[in-house]
């Protein structure tokens, strides 16, 4: 008899079902052994009863151990007391394999489970976090795919810096120094004069110290980009990209439920999202009490302050020219300002996409590359950029992308107090391990 997924079970009341999973509670009484058994599709109540199974079974079912794994089969039945109403009566249990003591009990410190990473995933919430995960990724990408993008690959080792060039890691690569990728966005540059609408999704790196909630070392970056795209064309798309993803993830209620989301909230994510200028976003943190002057960034407190009223996205555009990086143009219509937006997520998550045009024109960008040395007091390495700015020679168009963190997006979707929790094994500053 082949083994078949709990989920599938319970719809064969009456029946005899074989089932392969974990042990995740174990309770005796006398000569009855109640288990719950977990598989990927959930979990169910199996009695092991002593005059009812042969004593290898009885032996093996006495010895098992929380998180042992455990084969077994037995008869369906529905069972009002039973935990998710069901209770499989067993006929034969065997172990697997044993479980030693578990590690992780019921009330255990934040590094003990960062600690057991390996072992915690199999607990209820991640289980329920990485299906999610797993779900918006895809979602993402049936949404690109269906709009005529290809899914292109760059190197995560590089010579360039992408963003600021600082907070790079850097690697030896055979006796010469190279970067781990903190961007993609110059090789996805390179492929829209080919493939015209690209993105790529591959891990971004960031040496920042940063110990907040929504910074990690290594995260998972989606970098679209778009020939013929201006900015506001590309802040639709995100609109309408952002809405997909939210609202069919809202479809999937019992796992929302499971996770203490409002599915219907997910449900409302829908285009039209508000738009403010920086300037308007400004004035906003004024008038709530910051005092802020032109050319100021926002931190975490100033993104939570503007969004922690809101109910969807927004977006924050035209920022001033000596915040942003060299590759964004400068705006015609308001010269203290470039032509990019950043998409702040309600409730307070804040920043979870950052986008602009991009500078096509060869002089344009040499220019603007010469300004930002000027003023941040850097020296571009010029022969390291020389290959994506000589994009701009050979038939050149314009165009314009955007880069969005993953776990950022499913920290918000989620509504999870800390982004290491939206990526199986986090990354940062004072974790590399397991
Ligand atoms: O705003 P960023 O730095 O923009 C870029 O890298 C552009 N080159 C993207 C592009 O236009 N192709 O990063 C983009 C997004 C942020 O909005 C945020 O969602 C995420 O990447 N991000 C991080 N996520 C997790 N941990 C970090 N340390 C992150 N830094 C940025
Ligand atoms: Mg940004």
Not at 123 to 128: A, D, H, Y
């Amino acid at each position: 008899m082949a083994s078949i997924h709990i989920a599938k079970a319970t719809g064969k009341v009456g029946k005899r079902v074989q089932l392969s999973g974990w042990v995740h509670r174990k309770r005796e009484s006398g000569s009855i052994i109640f288990l719950v058994l977990r598989d990927v599709t959930g979990t169910v109540q199996v009695a092991i009863k002593k005059d009812m199974v042969d004593e290898k079974s009885w032996k093996s079912a006495r010895e098992t151990t929380i998180e042992s794994s455990v084969k077994l089969n037995g008869v369906m039945k529905e069972d009002k007391r039973a935990p998710t109403g069901y209770e499989v009566e067993a006929k034969d249990f065997a172990n697997v394999n044993i479980s030693e003591p578990f590690p992780i009990t019921e009330y255990q410190s934040t590094e003990l489970l960062l600690d057991k990473r390996h072992l915690w995933l199999r607990s209820q919430k991640m289980i329920n976090i990485m299906k999610a995960r797993s779900h918006v990724f895809r979602y993402a990408r049936e949404f690109l795919d269906s709009k005529g993008f290809f899914e292109v690959t760059p190197p995560i080792i590089t010579k360039a810096g992408g963003e600021t060039g600082a907070d790079m890691f850097e690697t030896d690569f055979f006796g010469s120094k190279a970067y781990l990728t903190e961007s993609s966005q110059l090789y996805a540059e390179t492929m829209v004069f080919s493939l015209e609408k690209v993105y790529s999704l591959v891990p971004s790196f960031r040496a920042e110290q940063s110990r907040t909630t929504k910074h990690l070392a290594e995260y998972w970056h989606l970098e679209p980009e778009m020939a013929h795209y201006d900015n506001k064309k590309s802040m639709d798309l995100q609109e309408r990209f952002i809405s997909h993803i939210a609202q069919k993830l809202s479809k999937d209620t019992a796992l929302l439920s499971a996770l203490g989301v409002d599915s219907s909230s997910l449900a409302d994510i829908k285009p039209p999202f508000k738009k403010v200028s920086y300037e308007e976003a400004l004035q906003a943190l004024s008038d709530k009490g910051f005092n802020m002057k032109w050319g100021d960034d926002l931190g975490v407190e100033h993104e939570r302050a503007l969004t922690e009223s809101e109910e969807k996205p927004m977006f924050i555009y035209n920022w001033p020219r000596e915040i942003k990086p060299f590759y964004m143009p400068i705006n015609p219509r308001d010269e203290r300002t470039v032509l990019c937006s950043d998409l702040q997520a309600p409730h307070g998550h804040g920043e979870i996409i950052g986008g602009s045009e991009r500078i096509w024109k060869y002089d344009d960008l040499m220019e603007r590359m010469a300004e930002v040395e000027k003023a941040k007091g850097v020296k571009f390495n010029m022969a390291n950029y020389q290959w994506w700015i000589e994009l701009r020679k050979y038939g050149s168009v314009p165009h314009a992308g955007f880069g969005m963190g993953m776990e950022r997006v499913i920290k918000w979707l989620l509504n999870l107090d800390h982004i290491r929790d939206a990526i199986p094994f986090p990354r940062m500053s004072n974790r590399l391990e397991p």
